[in-house]
């Protein structure tokens, strides 16, 4: 049980995650929903209860939004580039002087 908890607590970390990525390529009530449910905590009945729908069409646009988010980084990989951008800099930053430590500050902040 306790590792389930784990694993859900990390897929929905991650999803937030990629939301920040792809959000703008969903619809407002993709976001909308999505931010209700992830990162507000609503429950299923409390989002259906705001937009006038049924849980069930809760469920099924929160299923197609990660299943969108999970298609875009499979297509794009912005999450995974990014990821390994930074480890790339924490890398070189062991092996330049000041000066490149400054360079990579800068990069750092592009974000």
Do not use: P
């Amino acid at each position: 049980m306790r590792k389930k908890m784990s694993e859900n607590i990390d897929k929905k970390a991650y999803y937030a995650i990629l939301f920040e990525y792809y959000k703008e390529l969903l619809t407002d009530k993709q976001v909308e929903t999505f931010i209700c449910y992830y990162n507000e905590d609503y429950s299923l009945a409390e989002i259906a209860e705001e937009f006038s729908v049924s849980r069930n069409a809760v469920w099924d646009t929160l299923k197609k939004v990660v299943s969108l988010l999970e298609y875009y980084e499979d297509k794009l990989k912005l999450y995974s580039k990014d990821q390994l951008l930074k480890n790339y800099l924490d890398d070189l930053k062991k092996h330049v002087d000041a000066e490149g430590k400054i360079i990579i500050k800068s990069i750092e902040e592009m974000e």
